[in-house]
């Protein structure tokens, strides 16, 4: 699939990304109350695979696998979901600010969330995910047909039928917002994008769908390279546009819906994750996808851990407070000037 | 190619290193007919093209020529695939290109387009590669073919030493190689390139047309939409122009672009002259005809006209009265009057490529207005003015190299300038053998036209005597440049006829009528 160079770099980077991310996770595991020593922290994770039985401290045990890693575990797979689906939006769109809401997934997802969570009544669920991931996929697909016209659908049709039905939607939540009452509060946390009280439940949820979508997705990145060039020469290049195009979205809007089920709005990792690896590792997509994604999982990782501590350490024994806050909150917080530095200082201009 | 739907079917299950595969890689390719057939698009109410029908044999280079939105584009565009036709319908090698995935038309037409959204920093290399697109399967490596077929194209294009620089940092002349190295590695039987010289300089305009030529001789059928003219005659085995809509006309460049064509499809005041070095056909575009010539309404030399009408009443008064606003009027395609009678007669002294620019010109503006012009040139050598005057069948009084005039060659000429309402100087050769001062004494110096481009030194091989008479009549008449030769006639005319007609001129039709 992959010319030698190419495939080289490919798995040059995803190894060194891998590391990464398992040293983050390692790292964010290690952080919390109670203070646990690396060696300790991967002793705990790899006797969850189930080969081995380490001795390890049953309430660090519990502490680890019970509360942190799922957390920690969720975080990479929404991370690696979003900047995943951003990578193929921003290549399909061929639009700089295409993120993976881009045609109304998140706000699809939080008006299923938050009618299941305001009208329990009405959208009867016991979790939220099952709403939020179907009114994710609907909105995805109600937009995709409204901007079909004649089997063709152009990307920029695509684009305002979105923002108009996200305008939409806006309006829907806000006013069951508003006869919420008492849900209130844990409609507007969920949309600010959280990660706590994640449970493996959610982790079973996300997973399958994020792995398998991402895996198809990455069986597509030869197209997605020539689509760059254009609907037109794509299809002088063999491309079967439109058949490529539903597919690709689709899967980026159910990827996307499975990240946003469980975690809510989380914003800007889907945006800014892929432009920094372009400008790591350039356009190809082949190299792009896979880099963003676990770049993706380690960013989210890392800052769902300031999101959670109260207390954030420093190395020389420093140490700095920080409120507890729903992930959504730091991700936006860090992401939106350190966007703003790279676009200012460096080429974001263009994909 | 028997049966081209058996190939696809062959190549549908490749996984890229079929046997087919690799003698598609080696260039092992046969041009494909290309068989356009009635179609007709619309874009909304806005109908493009119209019953359009032209097929493209085997190995051919065609040139698709005609103005701005005249759909040559849409032409390429509806070949391709890209866009699928009203009615009609277009195949490759016998493949309706609109039936078929794009999967399998791709491998039957490559297509450089007009403008390629490049602005994305992959290495050249890769951008040639997607070329190979259509032959590769998903999950396969690229073949060793596949990599044959890159290379080869790189080297083809003389990209190569670019393989590895970003695709939006090379120049654009370099780029629309790239380009065509895509295209090439694409291992196509048939290419469509939409403006392929559009943004490049002469020289890779020409680099670039010289190797879809070579790709042509080694076996593809290529079709090119081209703004150039002359370089469409250059290159293009046919032309088809597309104008209103539709194929207008099909054929060799000579057949294809003649001024009237031109000014048909164009609205353009064009002449048509081989090119001295290609010797292919060579179009100039000049200020539109119809501006020049509105400065001689009928009415304006109305009086003279009516004047000699009612006093002469005598046929060859009538005749030379009428002679100045007939012959403009008649250049302005004025129809109603009697041929022959109002025939404008001009003669052209001259040489070189100013004589010849003359001769296309006027007869041009003839063709174009249908006007009853009779020129005439001599005396020449063989020569550009002798091949450009066969090409419009322009009267030449045309004598040996380095002989002085014969007597009857002298005659003719003699005969000509006499019957000549206008007399034209286009650079004249004043040699002792020549006649050309001898003859221009019995013009009336007033239906003088000088166009001279040439210093007078180089063309006088006499004596300072002759050039200071040719200055004399020189100074006296009209001057312009053969891209204005109409202007001046037109002003020569009225001139002379605004003084109620040249005496001297019409003593010379009298005699001319007592001579026949």
Redesign the interface.
């Given at each position: 699939m992959l010319a030698p160079g190419v495939s080289g770099r490919v798995i040059t980077w995803c190894l060194a990304l891998a590391v990464l991310l398992v040293g983050t996770v390692i790292g964010s595991a290690m952080l919390g109350s109670v203070r646990i020593d690396p060696l300790t922290v991967s002793k705990a994770v790899l006797n969850l695979t189930g080969f081995v039985a380490y001795d390890v401290p049953s309430a660090h045990q519990t502490i680890i696998a019970d509360v942190r890693l799922p957390r920690i575990a969720l975080a990479a797979i929404v991370g690696f979901a979003l900047a995943a689906a951003g990578t193929v939006m921003q290549g399909f769109f061929r639009n700089p600010l295409a993120d993976p809401s881009i045609i109304g997934v998140s706000t699809g997802a939080a008006a299923g969330a938050v009618a299941a969570i305001a009208f329990p009544a009405l959208v009867p669920f016991s979790s939220v995910h099952i709403p939020a991931f179907v009114g994710a996929v609907g909105t995805a697909f109600f937009v995709y047909a409204v901007a079909t016209e004649g089997g063709r659908t152009p990307v920029a049709t695509l684009l305002l039928a979105g923002v108009a039905i996200q305008a939409f939607l806006g309006a829907v939540i806000s006013y069951m917002l508003v006869h919420s009452g008492e849900s209130l509060r844990e409609a507007v946390v969920w949309m600010m994008g959280h990660l706590h009280r994640s449970s493996w439940n959610d982790v079973t949820f996300a997973l399958p769908v994020t792995l398998v979508g991402v895996a198809i997705l990455g069986a597509y990145t030869r197209e997605m390279n020539v689509l760059l060039l254009g609907e037109e020469d794509a299809h002088h290049l063999g491309v079967d546009v439109e058949r490529t195009k539903l597919l690709l979205l689709a899967l980026a809007s159910i990827v996307t819906a499975a990240g946003v089920a469980v975690a809510g709005v989380i914003g800007f990792v889907g945006l800014i994750v892929p432009h920094i690896m372009r400008l790591v590792v350039g356009p190809d997509h082949r190299i792009l996808l896979p880099t963003s994604a676990l770049a993706g999982a380690s960013f989210l990782v890392a800052t769902d851990t300031i999101a959670r501590l109260d207390v954030l350490p420093l190395p020389f024994g420093l140490e700095v407070g920080t409120p507890i806050v729903p992930v959504g909150i730091v991700t936006a917080a860090l992401g939106a000037p350190f966007f703003l530095y790279l676009l200012t200082k460096r080429e974001v201009h263009a994909l | 190619m028997i049966d081209p739907f058996g190939r696809h079917d062959d190549d549908d299950d490749d996984e890229g290193d079929s046997p087919r595969g690799i003698t598609d890689a080696s260039s092992g390719i046969e041009p494909a007919t290309l068989d356009v057939e009635n179609v007709s698009l619309s874009f909304g109410d806005l109908t493009v093209l119209e019953d359009v029908s032209v097929t493209i044999d085997p190995g051919e280079f065609v040139g698709l020529v005609g103005p701005n939105g005249a759909g040559k584009t849409t032409l390429l565009?509806t070949i391709?695939?890209?866009i699928e036709p009203d009615a009609g319908s277009v195949t490759v090698d016998g493949v309706d290109v609109h039936e078929v995935?794009?999967?399998d038309?791709?491998?039957l037409?490559?297509?450089v387009?007009q403008d390629?959204?490049?602005?994305?920093?992959?290495p050249v290399r890769?951008v040639v590669?997607?070329?190979r697109?259509?032959h590769?399967s998903?999950?396969?490596?690229?073949t060793p073919d596949d990599?044959d077929a890159v290379d080869r194209a790189l080297e083809r294009t003389r990209t190569a030493s670019l393989a590895d620089r970003p695709i939006d940092e090379v120049s654009g002349g370099q780029r629309q190689r790239v380009v065509l190295a895509?295209a090439i590695a694409?291992a196509t039987p048939a290419l469509l390139l939409d403006e392929p010289t559009a943004s490049l300089d002469i020289n890779h305009a020409i680099e670039t047309l010289e190797l879809v030529r070579e790709l042509v001789e080694d076996g593809r059928t290529a079709v090119a939409a081209i703004h150039d003219l002359d370089l469409a005659a250059r290159y293009c085995d046919r032309l088809v122009m597309v104008a209103d809509e539709g194929v207008r006309s099909v054929g060799s460049p000579a057949e294809v672009l003649t001024s009237e064509a031109l000014a048909d499809a164009f609205d353009a005041n064009a002449t048509v002259v081989p090119n001295p070095v290609t010797g292919t056909e060579t179009v100039t575009a000049l200020p539109d005809a119809g501006d020049e010539l509105a400065s001689l309404e009928p009415g304006s030399v109305d009086s003279p006209t009516s004047n000699e009408a009612d006093t002469g009443g005598g046929r060859d008064s009538a005749h030379r009265g009428r002679d100045g606003t007939a012959g403009a009027s008649r250049l302005e395609g004025d129809g109603g009057r009697i041929p022959g009678d109002d025939r404008l007669e001009v003669h052209v002294f001259g040489t070189g490529t100013t004589a010849a620019g003359v001769l296309a010109r006027l007869e041009t503006a003839a063709e174009n207005s249908r006007a009853d012009l009779s020129v005439s040139v001599g005396p020449v050598t063989p020569g550009i003015v002798t091949e450009t005057a066969a090409r419009f069948a322009v009267e030449v009084v045309d004598t040996q190299p380095h002989a002085p005039i014969s007597n009857d060659e002298r005659e003719r000429v003699e005969r000509r300038v006499r019957d000549a309402d206008v007399t034209v100087l286009a650079d004249p050769v004043l040699d002792s053998g020549g006649c050309v001062l001898e003859t221009l004494a019995a013009v009336d110096p007033e239906t003088l036209v000088v166009t001279d481009r040439r210093p007078l030194e180089e063309r006088d091989f006499v004596g300072p005597e002759t050039s200071t008479r040719y200055e004399w009549y020189a100074e006296r008449a009209v001057e312009a440049t053969p891209e204005t030769v109409l202007e001046g006639v037109t002003r020569a005319l009225e001139s002379a006829t605004g003084r109620g007609s040249g005496a001297i001129a019409r003593e010379n039709r009298a005699s001319t009528g007592s001579d026949n």
């Open positions: - | 565009r391709s695939g890209a995935p794009s999967r038309s791709s491998r037409v490559a297509v387009p390629t959204t490049l602005s994305f920093s992959f890769d590669e997607m070329g697109h259509p590769r998903r999950f396969s490596p690229p990599r895509r694409q």
